[in-house]
């Protein structure tokens, strides 16, 4: 939508019945947020989309923008995360993450990873946000995966938008490599509680999520597995460092947490 407000033709990717290299060869700039939507498929998966977009892109210099998530830095590398924080992940995800950006960094056309937290979409996506952290609201309950007092990164979706339009037009000046982070938002499960009260103007407590669960569903649901290795997440604190975003864009103004809010809960 960003993309098109400023006035860009944009082609969708149809990935069950679409051919991808005669998208690209109509493209300019390749914008790809393909992933596999279940945990269990990323050993199998994710190197396979990372071969396909790599082979489609190959030889045609043009820019891929992509987006990145948290997952390389694993437990011991000290926040907040910038393009040069160690990438010290060592749990199978965050290996892959790792191997995916290698590859992309490597391959002999230009790209940017844009490096955000935890996505806040504006329809329901069956995320953490709309599956568990709001679906007690209507009872004052902010269910939540970690710590009350713990920093959490996250990114919202139109914001996400708006920085792929302005790397877009500024494509040329890029380096071949750039992997921007998005500092989002910074937010503790209590600045959680204490925004969704003053938005819905009623008081809403913070509650802890039972991860037993899913810890019991496991042996049966590799979904399960994936969320159990990635909770340490949770309990991590971390943010990501803007800077870079903010001296390159200057003009690109993040949308406040209290404006969001009416999009991501409904």
């Known amino acids: 939508a960003s993309l098109k407000h400023a006035g860009h033709n944009i082609r969708c990717f149809q990935r069950d019945s679409g051919d991808l290299n005669a998208d690209v060869d109509w493209a300019d700039i390749v914008v790809s947020g393909w992933h596999p939507s279940d ?17 489609a892109l190959h030889g045609k210099g043009k820019r891929l923008i992509v987006a990145g998530n948290i997952y390389i830095y694993g437990s011991s590398s ?45 329809e329901n996506s069956g995320n953490w946000f709309d599956k ?12 939540y995966p970690g710590p009350e007092m713990v920093t959490h990164s996250w990114a919202y ?23 921007i982070p998005f500092s989002g938002y910074t937010l503790t499960a ?57 001296q390159r864009f200057p003009d690109f103004k993040p949308t406040p947490l209290m404006d969001a809010l009416p999009n991501i809960i409904k």
């Open 78 to 122: 000290g926040t907040p995360w910038d393009a040069n924080s160690p990438q010290l992940a060592t749990n199978p995800l965050g290996k892959l993450r790792i191997q995916m950006e290698h590859a992309l960094k490597n391959a002999d056309f230009p790209c940017t990873i844009i490096r955000c937290g935890e996505f806040l979409d504006t």
């Open 157 to 179: 979706l139109p914001d996400v938008g708006n920085i792929v339009a302005h790397l877009v037009e500024e494509n040329e000046k890029m380096p071949k490599f750039l992997d």
């Open 190 to 246: 209590q600045d959680w509680c204490r925004s969704v009260s003053r938005y819905l103007q009623r008081p809403v407590r913070y509650k802890k999520m039972s991860w037993t669960p899913i810890y019991l569903l496991s042996p049966f649901w590799p979904m399960a597995r994936g969320l159990i290795e990635m909770r340490y997440l949770w309990s991590l604190p971390h943010s990501l460092d803007g800077t870079d975003l903010r």
């Open 39 to 55: 945990y269990s498929e990323w050993k199998r998966e994710t190197p396979k989309i990372t071969n396909t977009l790599i082979n």
């Open 132 to 143: 568990i952290m709001i679906s007690k609201l209507d009872q004052g309950v902010f269910h």
